[in-house]
């Protein structure tokens, strides 16, 4: 399975840890990381995935910089709008860290696309959206927030993880 990852371009060392410990746990479960191919969380994640001897998946804009050195598959997207794209597609799972306006973006459109699935997609698979965050608080604000945006349905369209452990386990979970 092929599980994008969602987080800033800049974060805390405890959040990159976080991230890197995700990729290696999503490479030990199985599973391609699929990320914005950028630093930050990005890079962080790509870490852990590729010394556990996994594959990255990274999905960059045309001239903006280069992948970071952990992503084995660089994805050259010409506009924002075909990489958010290509991230949504390329993703049979999304798990979402603490990032900034980029990370909620794509968090509401992983939560769009499983609203609408059935409508323009009959038949399709579910893609889990998971938020993956240790701070209770913090987590709670997040879910807060999405819901007074997406309306409280959408609590059963996403998962919410304190721990990588707990994120990569809503994977395999029914």
Known sequence: MNV???GGSTCTDAVGRMAEELGRLLVQAGHTVVTGGYGGVMSWVSKGAREAGGEVIGVVLKGISEPNTFVS???VAASYWERLGELMER???Y???PGNTGTSAEILDALNFETKREKFLPGSPEKKVILLCPHDIERARILDGLCLLVGADFESLMLSAATPQEAVAYLTAE
């Open 91 to 93: 993703g049979d799972a």
């Open 4 to 6: 994008t990852v969602f």
């Open 73 to 75: 598959h660089p994805y």
């Open 95 to 97: 798990i979402a860290l």
